[in-house]
């Protein structure tokens, strides 16, 4: 099984409400170092068997119509998810990338 | 970096060639600015002028119509408005201290666009109207019209738009109490959404939005300022000076209800602590029309250092900041030695707030930039005194033969067909069940909401002390206004009234949202000048004040306009609310009334609509009279205790009004209307169908209180019929149908969920 | 007996629980989310409503605000919790209860009168009831589907936490039909549904919530 | 400015009605290819400068302490946007990545 990632903004100029709130919410964990935070999808679409261009265009097709709202978002990020991104690993001590 | 377009420059440079075309200024337009300032405008006061005269802004086409309605006597059934027409949003006396402020607004083309955002910062706009009067916001409704409902546009427009409501009013702790949601070829491509709100205030509470006192600080406080809304401004950028080019400008608004929620009740806290000389809302034409409302209102004089606008988009050049919509921010008025207790609220709310100048007595809008004026103008000229048309009006041409392709041309259903025409009226886009949509909104936080949908009205307690309540609804058949404008926004009144009515409140106000075509079309502003005509009239004859509205212009596809579709909200008072009376038959063995006379108007109807696709004729006729004569007699029942429940008749008849007062509990009922056929002069089939009119259908519980009715109809001038007794699993009509009511609850329910539940 | 009820910024149920309380016989006290002081109460609610705009995460951020960190020191010790709504949201994200809400299973607002039974009545909030009697209390929320792992599930119901359960058609998908739970001591609830809501003849669809208040302030009694 | 993305998704075990309604609009797009689709969360940090390795550390705090619910949500990645990425610039035609 073959996967690929689709990653959605908000475009830079639209207000994030969530971001804005997890940006004043991170002092309080003691961590300023954040001077801004903007919050955003991330898709992963399986397909069977290997990621072929085919598939990556039209993941490129869905992210354009369905993922995203043009109006406020944009696609950033179409890809394959390749197995040594430490993908749905959770990322856990100071060995993790 | 760029060279700044001060008042100084623009004196040294008279000839400029200025963009004032591309922001929608026409030449005259143009001229009489450069007149009023005796030079050329700055590109800020540019910027200023075009949005604050802008249709949007200045009612430009409409005023002229509307300041009928501030002929009409300021006072209500109950004494004077405390604020009408004019301020943010009209303020009436309800008693004991009490006062009322609501409106009704559109936000149809932004949520055409983006449909959740669009109609969340609908919420949004209203809410913030309603705050700015001083009180605190206790209800919304909306309003909505769509294309027709198996239109894949409107599967994209209905779902989002509905979100965006409940995701930003349910996001505020309002509870949404009513709205109207309607179908129709007409709005495609134009839906309409207008979002109502109902405020309440002691009456020392009121606010007014004017800038007074030379010396008090001007403060700005809410949300920092981005790029929305200011798509008609990139003109500017392109002519002005800046290397590299601006970034990008939204062209859609994102609404954040948190923040407004918060921003609600730091000003309730700073009204409580009575810090606020003067206050007013940004939301059309943002900072522009704050600071030159605020001043034209108050003493004449402003001055504010621009460049002290917290911004969220440092890359805004100073006329955007003016022009810009970012939504969910305030402005005070507030006295010097108040601002340190002032801060000290907006802090406590994490609200950032910021002193940008001052209240003057020079009589002069003055905006700095850095140190150097960019704007210095006479305030009036810019919120008050813009330009105002009496523009060109022609009744249709294809009016006559409209009128004249009345209903008598559609097969009329025989008696044995009208079990199934109900079945399918109840099925129908616009009279079926819309729970998919209202469980979407919550009706329950504050904890006062005694009716919601599906209720006639709106029913809310506004003082838990006393049960003091207020109930309110919104109406509008766009049909009817299609075929004559001004029985259109008459009925539309009626109907408002008449759903206030029947829970027992006492109608009070009026409020309207008056959805329309271009205004540069005769034909156009003919339906919208019969409109205003209509509801000025209505209004005199019942004895009721429009307070506040809104006028939404451009609704039009190419050269087809919609519906003329006149909105109206009435607003009325309840002294207990605990005693008000819903719809529905609750019990078996109940004696069903009832009210009013039936004529055959079946033209415009739900009938002809739904079941034919046919709309022709002439509406049905306005009665006033009765209308006032009914909600009398209601007023008088309900507070007689007498009436067990009760339920207008309207859109779909007779026929609609006993399947819902069925369908509402699940008890069925057995009726005989000859009494209503041979007293009316109407056959089964118009008794069941007709939308006539100043009737509703009520039930009692006992002898005592039905003797106790039929006295108050008799001397309301109310026509009673007794037409038979709740109970049972069925509605039975003698000699017309019977059909199950869980039947009719499969046809009533399925409809909206076929469509709309993915 | 006095029970607080926290504001965080963007509550919106917090007047209402105060009235609640006051009219089942307790005594209201309001507490402020930036304020590590509980003010002397004998138990705290925290409310509904979508505190920070519910961003992020339901709850999530409330749980790092001055008040929580009391809170959750009162709980531990013993002190009557209730969480309703967006508090249950709060509890779980303070770990003071298992499980998460994820977002309702059909992705929309839900607002309705939902019927329930009361699986447990050997908690703080829960005696005045009869085990497994039904009740009606109003339902509205955006991210009221309450998950956990099967571990989690099973202990819950294996002690008798499981403290309501909706009835009909699951309206979130919560796992198990699962309305709300409790910590193993019984003095820390959390549900989706709303008693604040349903303790007035007239506003709501029955007088089922008052019984949570007049539980608690019971048990302060014979505490 | 540097910046740090972390990407939060659901844990595999956990239904993700986001997902699953993206899912079944697919195939009414005529986009047949995609077995499963999972919809997570994507958060982009900004620090003032470069990024450095205390700042992978504490997004990384951050994402494992707010950004995620450890009882439905695993941390699959943190990372410094390094800027060959099409961060932000909208995803056009075919020569698109
Ligand atoms: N968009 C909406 N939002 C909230 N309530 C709505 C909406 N549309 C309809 N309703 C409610 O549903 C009920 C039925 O609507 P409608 O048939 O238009 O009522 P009426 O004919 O009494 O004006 C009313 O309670 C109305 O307020
Ligand atoms: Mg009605």
């Known amino acids: 099984m073959g996967r690929i990632v689709v990653d959605v903004m908000l475009k830079p100029e639209i207000l994030d409400p969530q971001g804005q709130a997890v940006r004043g919410a991170l002092p309080r964990l003691g961590l300023t170092d954040f001077t801004d935070v903007r919050q955003g999808k991330r898709f992963v679409l399986s397909v069977d068997g290997e990621v072929t261009p085919e598939h990556l265009a039209r993941a490129r097709e869905a992210a354009e119509t369905l993922l995203s709202n043009p109006v406020i978002e944009d696609v950033v990020d179409v890809h394959e998810l390749v197995h040594d991104e430490p993908e749905q690993a959770p990322l856990t001590g100071e060995g993790a990338r | ?115 959740y955002q669009g109609a969340a910062t609908g919420v949004g706009g209203i809410v913030r109207d309603i705050m700015a009067m001083g009180a605190r916001p206790v209800a919304v409704m909306d309003p909505l019209r769509f294309g027709a409902i198996d239109h894949p546009d409107t599967a994209r427009v209905l779902p989002g738009v509905v979100k965006g409501i409940g995701g930003y009013g349910n996001s505020l702790g309002l509870p949404n109490v009513g709205g109207e949601i309607v179908f129709d070829e007409c709005y495609q491509g134009n839906p309409l959404v207008n979002a109502l709100c109902v405020g309440t205030l002691r009456h020392e509470d009121l606010h007014l939005a004017k800038a007074s006192g030379a010396g008090n600080k001007v403060v700005l406080f809410g949300a920092k300022t981005g790029g929305d809304g200011i798509g008609g401004v990139s003109v500017l950028a392109s002519e002005t000076f800046d290397e590299g080019g601006p970034t990008k400008r939204p062209a859609v608004q994102v609404g954040d209800p948190f923040a407004e929620k918060v921003l609600i009740e730091c000003c309730l806290e700073l009204y409580r602590a009575g810090v606020v000389e003067g206050i007013q809302d940004l939301g059309g034409a943002g900072l522009s029309c704050a600071t030159s409302e605020l001043a034209s209102a108050g003493d004449g004089g402003m001055s504010v250092e621009l460049d002290r606008v917290p911004l969220r988009d440092s890359t805004l050049r100073a006329e955007e900041i003016l022009m810009s919509e970012s939504q969910e921010r305030m402005m005070a008025v507030v006295a010097p030695d108040q601002v340190d207790a002032f801060m000290a609220i907006t802090d406590r709310w994490d609200v950032e707030a910021t002193v940008l100048g001052e209240v003057t007595g020079t009589g002069r809008l003055v905006i700095t930039w850095h140190g150097e004026t960019i704007v210095d103008v006479p305030p009036r000229s810019v919120a008050h005194d813009g330009p105002v048309y009496d523009r060109p009006m022609a009744r249709p041409q294809w009016l006559d033969a409209v009128q004249a392709d009345s209903s008598a041309s559609l097969p009329r259903p025989g008696t044995d067909e009208l079990g199934q025409v109900v079945l399918d009226l109840l099925a129908s886009p616009n009279l079926c069940d819309k729970s998919w949509v209202t469980d979407q909104y919550d009706r329950y936080v504050l904890g006062n909401t005694r009716q919601a949908m599906p209720a006639d009205a709106g029913l809310v307690r506004i003082d838990e002390r006393t049960g003091l309540g207020i109930a309110v609804s919104t109406d509008c058949n766009g049909r009817f206004g299609r075929l004559d404008p001004y029985a259109g926004a008459q009925l539309a009144l009626s109907e408002s009234y008449r759903n206030v009515a029947t829970t027992g409140a006492l109608p009070l106000a009026v409020t309207d949202c008056l959805n329309f075509g271009s205004p540069e079309d005769p034909e156009v502003m003919w339906q919208f000048e019969r409109a205003v005509a209509g509801l000025f009239d209505a209004c005199l004859e019942l004895g009721i004040p429009v307070t506040g509205g809104n006028v939404s212009f451009y609704n039009q596809t190419g050269d087809v306009a919609i519906h003329p579709t006149p909105v109206v909200g009435v607003l009325g008072v309840i002294e207990d609310v605990a005693k008000g009376v819903g719809a529905g038959f609750a019990h078996d063995g109940q004696v069903v009334l009832a009210l009013g006379r039936t004529r055959d108007e079946l033209d415009g109807g739900e009938w002809a609509h739904a079941l034919h696709g046919h709309l022709g004729g002439v509406p049905p006729q306005v009665d006033l009279a009765a209308e006032k004569a009914l909600a009398d007699f209601f007023v008088a029942a309900v507070r007689a205790g007498v009436l067990t429940s009760s339920h207008d008749v309207s859109d779909g008849g007779l026929a609609i009004t006993l399947a819902e007062s069925a369908l509402r509990h699940g008890v069925g009922a057995s009726l005989d209307l000859t009494p209503v056929c041979e007293r009316d002069g109407v056959d089964l089939t118009t008794a069941l169908l007709s939308e006539s009119v100043a009737r509703a259908v009520v039930t009692v519980a006992d002898e005592q209180s039905l003797a106790t009715v039929v006295n108050l109809a008799a001397e309301h001038g109310v ?24 039947a009719m609850r499969l046809a009533h329910t399925a409809t909206m969920r076929s469509y709309f539940a993915s | 007996m006095k029970i607080g009820v926290v504001t965080f910024p963007g509550s919106l149920d917090d007047h209402d629980a105060r009235r609640a309380v006051d009219l089942c016989g307790g005594e209201a006290v309001a507490l402020w989310h930036r304020d590590a002081d509980l003010r002397g109460v004998d138990a705290v609610v925290i409310p509904g409503g979508f505190s920070y705009g519910d961003y992020l995460r339901a709850g999530a951020i409330s749980r790092f605000a001055p008040v929580m960190t009391e809170v959750v020191r009162g709980a531990e010790a013993g002190m009557p919790v209730l969480g309703i709504c967006n508090g249950f949201q709060i509890l779980c994200e303070s770990h003071l209860l298992p499980g998460a809400m994820i977002q309702n299973d059909h992705r929309t607002f839900v607002c309705r009168d939902q019927r329930l039974r009361v699986e447990s009545t050997s908690t703080a909030w829960t005696g005045d009831f009869e085990d497994g009697e039904e009740i009606t209390i109003v339902l509205k929320n955006q991210d009221g589907q309450f998950v956990a792992d099967a571990d989690t599930l099973d202990r819950l119901e294996g002690e008798g936490r499981v403290v309501f359960r909706y009835l009909g058609a699951n309206p979130n998908g919560s796992y198990r039909d699962i309305a709300g739970i409790s910590n193993a001591r019984g003095n820390v609830v959390g549900l989706m549904p709303h008693p604040e809501h349903c303790v007035e003849e007239g506003y709501g669809p029955s007088l089922d919530g008052r019984r949570f208040f007049t539980s608690v302030l019971q048990e302060m009694v014979s505490a």
Chains 1, 4 share one sequence.
């Open chain 2, 1 to 115: 970096m760029s060279t700044l377009d001060t008042v100084a420059h623009a004196g040294q440079t008279p000839d400029l060639d200025q963009p004032w075309a591309d922001l929608g200024l026409k030449e005259d337009e143009y001229a009489r600015i450069r007149e009023i300032l005796g030079r050329r405008p700055t590109i800020a006061e540019l910027a200023m002028y075009s949005v604050m005269w802008s249709e949007h802004c200045s009612y430009k086409s409409s005023k002229v119509h509307l300041r009928r309605f501030g002929d009409l006597p300021q006072t209500t059934p109950l004494g004077d408005t405390l604020a009408g027409i004019g301020e943010n949003a009209g303020v009436i006396d309800v008693g004991q201290g009490w006062a009322v402020t609501f409106k009704v607004e559109s936000h149809n083309h932004p949520s055409y666009v983006e449909p």
């Open chain 2, 719 to 742: 026509p009673v019929a007794r037409v038979g007794t709740t109970g049972g699993s069925t509605l039975k009509v003698k000699g017309a149908l019977e059909l199950e009511v869980d």
